[in-house]
Structures are given as structure tokens and as C-alpha cells.
């Protein structure tokens, strides 16, 4: 078995082709990101879990921790969209 970039849900790959997983993922990194449990054409590659903010009279502070399957644009607390 072999972890999909240190998450948990792993993928069986045969121990002689595990040196070429990365080049056949390159630009695929998807293909590692959890199904929707509906819809399999969709799948999540970030996770948002812990938010903390902290706020006085002046001025604010958050911090967020997002697990990443592979790199993609996020929203963060505030964005218009």
C-alpha cells in the first residue's frame, strides 16, 4: 500500500512500480483526491478543519489549518467569493 502524499487513504501499487508514481501522477494529482460520496466525478483535494480567530476592539486574527492533497486556490475567511 502506499499513501497518497502521507494521507491515510492509500492506493495498492506493485512494489516494482512504485518508483514511477509520481511521473505517472505528474499533472494527474487529482486522481490521489477523495470521491465525493454521491458523485465520483467529483473529487475534494483540501480539507479546512481547525479556524481560530481572535478579535479585540482593533483589529483581528485568524488562523486556519487546511490539509492538502495537492496545490489549488483555497477561500479564506473574509473573501468575497
Known amino acids: ?11 495498492q501499487v506493485p512494489e516494482p512500480l512504485k518508483p514511477w508514481v509520481g511521473w505517472v501522477l505528474h499533472g494527474h494529482e487529482e486522481k490521489q483526491c477523495p470521491m465525493a460520496f454521491n458523485n465520483e466525478s467529483l473529487r475534494s483535494c483540501s480539507w479546512t478543519s481547525r479556524l481560530t480567530v481572535t478579535l479585540n476592539k482593533t483589529q483581528g486574527h485568524f488562523s486556519q489549518q487546511i490539509q492538502m492533497i495537492k496545490s489549488e486556490w483555497i477561500h479564506l475567511p473574509g473573501d468575497e467569493t
Do not use: D, I, K, N
Open 1 to 11: 500500500m502506499l499513501p497518497c502524499q502521507g494521507e491515510s487513504a492509500p492506493f
